[in-house]
């Protein structure tokens, strides 16, 4: 990523993987050591992206065509990159973000079956150069996904929380699909991607993603 002088670490995993307790985990362990951390997320992180998630994440949104799902979320990535990433990168910031363009690989490209060649266009276009420099997948079953976003969704449903569950109707075929596709993107790209086993203690977890970041940011 020229030019770009911050660090872009993202968190990736089928739905119910943990990748948001991860990344606050981290943001709070860089916070303590005075870094200057900026957690972004997708779809979603802007005024804009926020009324596109509440297009694509709610389950009364029906027959939206596989195409028009991917622009919705590359546009929603488009404002992230100019309204707050790419800013935060070229003032030096570690910039968190949870999900970014392989989550569109994953779940457009090989989920809904438009292919990588559509996704890598669009991220040209999307995203002009910003490129994650580390990025972690965390590896679940996509039974343990189904039974945690079930679980999830009951106690925001008790909480009266948005509706947010369109993606988790899908099946376990789609998630495997999902998550295999994730490891097919950590093979083709071993110096940026790691997958870490999702199934262990949040703990456990932390510690594996601590080590690789302390790398890329020369914590001693
Ligand atoms: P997210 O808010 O990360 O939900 P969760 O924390 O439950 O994983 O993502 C919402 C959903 O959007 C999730 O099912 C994955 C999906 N998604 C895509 O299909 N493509 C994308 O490019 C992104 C960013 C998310």
Redesign the pocket.
């Known amino acids: 990523m020229a030019g770009k002088r911050g660090r872009f670490i993202t968190f990736e995993?089928?739905?119910?993987?943990g990748?948001?307790t991860q990344l606050e985990m981290l943001a709070e362990r860089l916070r303590a050591l005075n870094m200057p951390v900026t957690r972004a997320?997708?779809?979603?992180g802007t005024a804009v992206g926020d009324a596109i998630?509440s297009i694509?994440?709610d389950s009364a949104t029906v027959r939206l065509a596989p195409v028009a799902?991917?622009l919705l979320?590359?546009a929603?990535?488009a404002q992230n990159v100019d309204e707050i990433i790419a800013p935060a990168l070229e003032s030096g910031r570690v910039v968190l973000c949870?999900?970014?363009?392989d989550?569109?690989a994953?779940?457009?490209g090989a989920?809904r079956g438009l292919g990588w060649e559509l996704i890598e266009n669009l991220e040209r276009i999307a995203c002009r150069g910003v490129k994650p420099h580390l990025t972690f997948i965390l590896d679940i079953e996509p039974a343990t996904s189904i039974s945690r976003?079930l679980e999830?969704n009951r106690d925001a449903a008790g909480a009266g929380a948005a509706d947010?569950s369109?993606?988790?109707r899908e099946g376990l075929e789609f998630f495997s699909r999902v998550r295999g596709a994730y490891l097919e993107i950590a093979a083709r790209e071993p110096g940026r991607v790691v997958v870490i086993d999702g199934e262990r203690s949040r703990q456990a977890v932390q510690e594996d993603v601590w080590r690789h970041v302390r790398r890329l940011l020369e914590i001693s």
């Open positions: 995993g089928i739905d119910g993987c990748k948001t997320r997708e779809p979603g998630r694509l994440l799902e991917v979320y590359f929603s990535r949870d999900r970014f363009v989550a569109s994953a779940y457009q989920g976003a999830r947010e369109r993606f988790e």
